[in-house]
């Protein structure tokens, strides 16, 4: 019996750090856009080149893992030397890699991350095979857990998660499910055969507002509330809430060095996932998601700064409290 099976994207993630790059400002009479611009035509110098893995699957279940949980991922991957790099990654940190789809006609998924002035950072991502699960692939039989983690899936994949959906009701196994802003696009209606059946739902308050057509989180999380138990909103910098049905629980982000972004957001859901598996509390799940989230943007890497269950204790220590409450009327 698994903890958790995460299910969702895996890619190698290539990291090229460099400072030869510009912020341009656009505006549309409706909303200013940041653009990260690169001089046309030249040859740009690359300070620092990283290959790590990454994807939605792989991020959090590496993430649950080092927090103490018995896991394994599901994903679609190739067959060269790109998907043994994502399986030798996952097993190095103890997660079970023995239900990843593997096909020689697959490709594995692949991303760059531009990283450069001012730490922002563009991803360049090719799916490959990750919008391709087909429900069928998966071996069923092993399929005994306590939890499913869900990252946003596309194409057939999407499918798959309806159908993992159908089967987790079935075999009483909780959902916890990530979104993305494509999803949160084409509303609660596109994703509502999941959201339904959805115990614990994460998403940033862009994603929120687009996705219930609302204008303030307060709107958005009576919405949600209405189909799933606890809810997620993330805004960056500006922390975190959750809401229960009857409270939102506040949480702030605290004042650090910020490095790279790429990995923070699913390192907060599965950290605050694992939090609720501990202890069934909103106020520590959301300390214990904090400290995870913010040891991984003081480092590259959508992994590298993941950390056990001890060290995040010793930084839930470290910043006592810090979570408002108050009923939603």
Known sequence: MY?????????VDVFARTKFSEIVKITDGKKETELLAYPMGAKILIEELNFTTGGGATNTAVALSRLGHKVACISKIGSGANADKIKKHLEKDNVDS???????????????????????????TFKGSNNDLRFDEI?????????????TMMGESFKTLEKLAKFAEKNSIKIAFNASQYMAEKGIDYSKEILKRTALF????????????KNKTEDAFKILGKLIDIVIITDGKNGAQAYDGKNIYSVK??????????????????????????KNDI??????????????????????GLLTYSKALEVVKRYPGGVAKRALK
């Open 139 to 151: 071996n069923t039989g092993k399929l005994r857990a306590k939890w499913f983690y869900f990252s």
């Open 253 to 278: 982000s605290n004042k650090i060095k910020i490095v790279e972004t790429t990995g923070a957001g699913d390192a907060f859901a599965s950290t605050f996932l694992s939090g609720m598996i501990k």
């Open 98 to 124: 023995s239900l990843l789809v593997s096909s020689k006609n697959a490709r594995t998924g692949y991303s760059i991350i531009l990283d450069s002035i001012e730490h922002d950072r563009t991803i360049l």
């Open 202 to 213: 994460v998403l940033n308050k862009e994603e929120a507002l687009l996705m219930t057509k």
């Open 3 to 11: 903890d958790v099976i995460t299910v969702g994207s895996s890619t």
């Open 283 to 304: 106020e520590f799940a959301l300390r214990l998601a904090r400290a995870n989230a913010e040891s991984v943007i003081q480092r590259h890497g959508a992994k590298t």
